[in-house]
Structure formats: C-alpha cells, structure tokens
C-alpha cells in the first residue's frame, strides 16, 4: 500500500521508519535479513537453511575473518527460526563488551536455562566476537552449554577459532566462513549502487574490491565515503577515500627501487604519504601485496619478501617510519 493513501498516523509511522533509515549506516541499512540474501558461504548457508527446515540445530562456532557474514548469517537464522518471537527467544552478546566470567555466570546462565516461548522448539544466545572471551569465561560457558543443552542452542562468532578453547570447539559444529570473491562483492555493491542511484565504474568496482580484501563490511564503508562525494565513483575517488595508494603507484614504487633508481623511488614514497596519508605499516602492506606481482625472479622476490618482514618488525617496535622504509627501498636495489 503506498504512504500516501494510508491514514495519517500510518503516514506518519512510515516516515518515520523511512528518516531513520536514511540515516543509518550502509552496513545496517542493506544487511540481508534473510539466509537466501547472504553472499557466498554457499556450503554454510545450505547447512543453515537445512537446520531451520528441521527446527533442530547443534550449537555453532563461526569462523571467519571480519566482515564476511558471520553475524548476518547467525541474525538471519534466528529470524527465520523464531519470526515474530525472536524478541523472547534470541540473546545477542557482543563478547568484546561483557568478556568476564561474571557475563556467563548471570545473564547468559539466567537466558540459558528458561524455557523457550510461544512455539520455538529452542532459545538462541549469540555470542559475537567470542574469542574476545576470557579463559575463564570459556570454561564457564561450556558447563552452561552442556548443561541446558535441551531448551538453548549457542552460536559463537570468532576471528580466530584458536582462540576458543578446546572443549567448546568440540561441542559444536564449525563453519569457516571465507572472504567474498571479486563477482560475489560486485553483484553485493550492484544493489546499493541502483538502491543509491550511483553510478560505479568498472574499474572503481575493482578498487573496492582491492581496498576491501573480501570484506564486505569495510567495502560499503568505503562506497558510502565515496557516495558523499559524488554519485559518479570512480577508481581515484575509492583510493582517496579509503587512503589506499592504486597498485600501479606502489608497484612502480618497489619496481624503481629494485633497478636501482632509488631517488625517484624516494620521490614516488613522498607522493604515496602526502596524497594518502600512509602509514609506514600501510605503505609495507601495499608492497606486499604488490611483490608477488612483479616480473622478477622467483629467488628475487623471495629476497625482497625476507627484506619486508624484517622491516615490518622494526616498525612495530617503534623504529621511525621513514627512515625504515627508505631505508627498506635501498636495500631493495641491492638484493638479488
């Protein structure tokens, strides 16, 4: 039914709706609601999808790298699972905030053992960011796990599953969750730019996509930067927006090092830190990524990489930026 022909306090209610979502972040505003509209994870969301047919599931563990769809994947299913009763049914927790052993023992311990409500045949915690979760929190949680395992399912988001201690990992079933590919993220950011009435270029897609690493979440931050810019995005717009130097830029960098040209090397570093703004780690990561891509002996490149790691080192223990990497950049003309 349109707004216009509802009656006025049902206008107003879908105005309102409608200004907040204007002003929501894009990583809200288009985060699927349903399993069908999570992109990739193909063999995962068919195990989900299955589950929620069945209206039986085992606890979870979600593995995956940030910004793939390890909450929107878990969010989804307890929609899907619990519809209009996953107010009473569903317990979200952000372990990154409630890490200590005192979050298991209360809320999650409390919501764990009550009986779920209207039809749903089990309660839902989710517990994102849960290898943020103390030792002694995780020893605590598997008891509680096991303990009302007949009235409450878990599903535990992590980064790193090594983080989460043995005994939990055993009593649930893991998904790894993979970072988008190239067509995946493109047919992902195809929506928005119709939903926003932008205009991306082909080239601009694939930027994104070099900025993001798969990461969908940090490729609509980077779009949404971009669209407040202009509705025309172009290659140079995402790389100045998301304070990324182009490959060509960094490639040329390493490959003027490496013949030996070390000034315009240096002149090139000075225009990636004054037009981007780079890190010293940032600029190392670029050339990273840019050094497998060279037209150079394998035994070469091996070299540079063992030059880059030991480099990155110093930075991390607090050695001065520049001098490190013009330093890195002379060191490149003379490995081989």
């Known amino acids: 039914m349109e707004a216009d022909i509802l009656p006025k306090s049902e206008r107003q209610t879908v105005r309102d709706c409608q200004d907040r979502e204007s002003i929501l972040p894009w990583t809200e505003k288009y985060r699927p609601r349903k399993l069908d509209d ?3 994870q193909v063999e995962a969301v068919k195990s989900l999808k299955a589950f929620v047919k069945k209206k039986n599931m085992p606890n979870m563990l979600f593995a995956g790298p940030p910004g793939v769809g390890k909450t929107t994947s878990a969010l989804a299913l307890a ?9 009473g049914n569903f317990l979200e927790l952000n372990a990154s905030d409630d890490r200590g052993i005192d979050i298991v023992r209360g809320r999650i311990k409390d919501f764990a053992r009550s009986v779920s409500l209207g039809d749903a045949p089990f309660k839902l915690i989710f517990l994102d960011e849960g290898d943020a979760l103390t030792s002694d929190a995780q020893q605590a949680l598997r008891r509680t796990m096991e303990a009302n395992s007949s009235v409450t399912r878990f599903i535990i988001s992590a980064n790193y599953s090594s983080r989460i201690i043995e005994p939990i990992q055993s009593r649930c079933a893991v998904f790894r969750f993979m970072p ?8 992902a950011l195809g929506h928005v730019e119709k939903a926003e009435k932008l205009k991306i270029d082909d080239k601009a897609f694939d930027a994104v996509f070099y900025v993001s690493e798969g990461d969908m ?3 609509l931050n980077t779009l949404q930067g971009c669209a407040m810019h202009s509705e025309h995005i172009t290659e140079e717009l995402v790389h100045k927006t998301s304070s990324r130097a182009t490959p060509k830029e960094v490639k040329d960098m390493v490959a003027m090092a490496v013949s030996g040209k070390f000034l315009e090397a240096r002149e090139n570093l000075d225009k990636l830190v004054i037009s ?3 890190s010293g780690e940032d600029i ?3 050339v ?3 050094i497998p891509r060279l037209e150079l002996p394998e035994k070469q490149r091996m070299k540079l990489i063992e030059l880059l790691g030991e480099y990155n080192f110093r930075l991390v223990q607090g050695a001065n930026e520049r001098i490190q990497i013009e330093a890195l950049l002379a060191q490149f003309a003379t490995a081989k």
Not at 79 to 87: A, M, N, R, T, V
Not at 180 to 187: P, V
Request: charged share 30%; proline share 0%.
């Open 38 to 40: 999570v992109m990739g």
């Open 79 to 87: 929609h899907e699972l619990f519809g209009d009763h996953i107010s």
């Open 180 to 187: 988008l590919n190239s067509a995946e993220m493109r047919k």
């Open 217 to 219: 979440r940090r490729a």
């Open 276 to 278: 981007y703004g780079l």
């Open 284 to 286: 190392l990561y670029q």
């Open 288 to 290: 990273y990524r840019e």
